[in-house]
């Protein structure tokens, strides 16, 4: 046997061969920061289980907001954490609430250099922890749309530039459709979460979201893992109902999902690296077992090559720094 006729190696040898060759770009373009705010001035908590985020009042994350616009990063998602929390999820739909105000804030401050994503659930919101109204232990469909809608409304009024319904109650994304283009609101998108699992990888969120659920789980809302032709109809029902693009989550665990979806659907698609896979991340790497920024970026670029021309990550400003150089 001679020597192979195909070389592979000839375009690996150095680090511009392989840029030149590279199939896979990732940019700061790709990237939406997920952001908490909460009620207060000046507050600035530390989220145990997420190291360098923060639970932020609204001086403190507009303050924050002006590094991720310096870096290009294009787009922050807000979840809310109120003062007070009751069964109906009220402050979901209060214009004077922590998201409401900071939208307000921040389109004041840097206009259309960042776009604003609101979260739309009432899981921050209710006293019990789940995403819609419940009576009698269960989480009622269609009675939830009309609280989410609300939400969803107030949102844009306070100029969201897009609103992302995560609840995975049937029918919502319709319902919030109609009800924002009867409002006046018909060039606001819907990213909806279209295809979210419930998945054992959102921990350090429900710390950070204070969104617990206080009894029960969300497994008979939320997609089930072993799914996937499931999730290509809640995606294709999503689009059919006016969404303007359809996310995974969680990324990584679920790859397989977003590739099948990239092949199947011509709109932009989305995906969450959540805060369990970035926990994961970070920890391997504070004990010194993982390359912290080689297994983040690979992570990422991982993410992308699935198919996803958008990623929600708490990596971003790491990762944006990074492409910077």
């Known amino acids: 046997m001679g020597f192979p006729e195909h070389r592979m190696r000839r375009l690996r040898r150095t680090e511009t061969l392989r840029r030149m060759v590279r199939e896979t770009r990732l940019s700061v373009d790709d990237f939406i920061l997920p952001m908490f705010v909460t009620h207060g001035q000046g507050v600035r908590n530390p989220i145990g289980s997420m190291p360098g985020h923060f639970q932020l009042s609204v001086d403190e994350l507009v ?6 616009v310096d870096l290009g990063i294009p787009a922050v998602i807000l979840f809310g954490i109120p003062e007070h929390k009751d ?19 921040l389109k004041k401050e840097y206009g259309d250099a960042l776009v604003v994503i609101t979260d739309v659930c009432l899981c921050e919101y209710t006293d019990h922890g789940h995403c819609g109204m419940v009576e009698k232990g269960q989480v009622l469909n269609d009675a939830t749309l009309e609280l989410l809608a609300k939400e969803a409304v107030s949102h844009a009024r306070a100029g969201a530039d897009m609103v992302a319904p995560s609840d995975m109650m049937d029918g919502r994304v319709g319902f919030i459709r109609d009800e924002l283009d009867e409002a006046g609101f018909e060039d606001v998108p819907i990213l909806a979460y279209a295809a979210k699992f419930a998945s054992g990888y959102y921990g350090p969120f429900r710390d950070a ?3 617990a659920p206080k009894f029960g789980d969300r497994r008979s809302y939320q997609m089930d893992p072993p799914n996937a032709r499931e999730a290509l109809v809640e995606m294709t029902l999503d689009l059919e109902e006016g969404a303007d693009i359809l996310m995974v989550k969680p990324a990584g665990p679920y790859l397989d999902i977003l590739r ?14 959540v805060s369990g896979e970035f926990a994961m991340i970070e920890a391997a790497a504070r004990l010194g077992w993982v ?4 297994v983040m970026m690979e992570s990422l670029v991982g993410i992308r090559r699935a198919g996803a021309d958008l ?5 971003a400003k790491d990762a944006a720094r990074i492409l910077r150089g």
Do not use: M, N, W
Request: aromatic share 10%.
């Open 311 to 315: 990623i929600l990550t708490y990596f």
């Open 209 to 211: 979201a204070e969104s």
């Open 63 to 68: 303050k924050e907001c002006r590094e991720v």
């Open 87 to 105: 069964p109906l999820g009220t402050a979901a739909y209060d214009d004077k609430a922590p998201v409401q105000r900071a939208v307000r804030a």
């Open 291 to 294: 390359d912290r920024e080689r």
């Open 260 to 273: 099948v979806a990239r092949e199947e659907f011509d709109c932009p698609l989305a995906a969450y690296q």
